[in-house]
């Protein structure tokens, strides 16, 4: 294996700065049409690839989820702590957010929440129960805060805000590949290295995790399986941002996630550029700009100060 140069940092920022806007674009587009079937879909829009809102949740266009706001609020929690991923700050971050009413939240992460609340524990107790995608989907800021720390590092801050509403071993799987794969997109890898370096070793351990293309499957589910099923098939057998991303939230179920996730992973991976100006439009403003300040502030937390792209 050979060492490739350093990345410069501004085209880090960019990186990260489209990876954050691309999970709360895929939140967005795919809230319209989550929780319908590929049919309905269909019969509703052709093919759903505008921000629109609407939905189950009645959202007005460029409003997002969970997804994207627990993800903004457990970075602020982040940056609150000088880059420190704390379980117990995590979990107080959780709770302030519930307790702020948010317009969506799962059962798992409610349910939990609520045992912090009784217990004070940040940790809920393990269970097999419990793999579901609500973990995985707010990962990113963890993510930008450890680039450059090791992986060991960064799978330890992963789990320690992923425990206070899912601890699961599949969950944990899941949001320690997705933070190192952001990180190695963030480092000039390409999705050929990272494929052959995190998505086949993921696959491999965790066979629950294929995802053939005759494996494809409409409706994924919240289960974070499916979930990951659905985004790596996306990214890996659709090219471009938009592309993949429309792809994803087309299968319907839990599409704001599905979309989420997708978007944050091909946002790193394509680049500020290859995000559609007529989605970054219609996205809430506030919500555009938060995505921006934070990804680019939790960058700058990052203990080390310089990065070097992983091997290739």
């Not at 979990?91 to 939990?112: C, E, H, Q, S």
Request: proline fraction near 5%; hydrophobic fraction near 45%; charge should be neutral.
């Amino acid at each position: 294996m050979t060492e490739t140069p350093p990345v410069p940092r501004a085209e880090i920022l960019a990186r990260a700065e489209a990876a954050y806007l691309g999970l709360a674009l895929g939140d967005a587009l795919g809230a319209s049409v989550e929780f319908m079937t590929p049919r309905e879909i269909a019969h509703e829009y052709g093919v759903h690839r505008e921000i629109i809102g609407g939905g189950w949740l009645k959202l007005k266009p460029g409003q997002v989820t969970d997804d994207t706001t627990m993800s903004l609020a457990l970075g602020e929690c982040i940056l609150f702590n000088g880059g420190e991923v704390s379980a117990l700050s995590c979990a107080r971050a959780f709770d302030l957010w519930m307790r702020r009413k948010p317009v969506d939240i799962g059962n798992t992460v409610r349910r939990n929440l609520m045992l912090f609340r009784r217990s004070g524990q940040p940790a809920a107790p393990m269970s097999e129960h419990d793999a579901g995608n609500g973990a995985a989907m707010r990962v990113l800021p963890v993510a930008l805060a450890t680039l450059g720390l090791s992986e060991a590092t960064v799978r330890a801050a992963c789990r320690a805000q992923a425990h206070v509403t899912h601890h699961n071993a599949v969950s944990d799987a899941a949001c320690e590949f997705l933070a190192l794969a952001v990180q190695d997109f963030l480092l000039g890898n390409s999705l050929q290295q990272v494929y052959r370096q995190r998505i086949f070793p993921l696959v491999s351990e965790h066979a629950a995790f294929a995802f053939g293309e005759r494996l494809r499957r409409a409706n994924p589910s919240g289960w974070v399986v499916e979930t990951m099923q659905a985004v790596l098939q996306a990214l890996v057998n659709v090219g471009g941002f938009e592309h993949c991303v429309v792809d994803v939230v087309n299968r319907g179920g839990d599409a704001d996630t599905t979309g989420a996730i997708t978007g944050m992973l091909a946002g790193a991976l394509y680049g500020r550029d290859a995000l559609p100006q007529r989605w970054i439009k219609a996205l809430d403003p506030a919500v555009r700009a938060a995505c921006c300040d934070q990804a680019r502030a939790l960058v700058a937390a990052a203990p080390a100060p310089t990065f070097a792209s992983r091997t290739a």
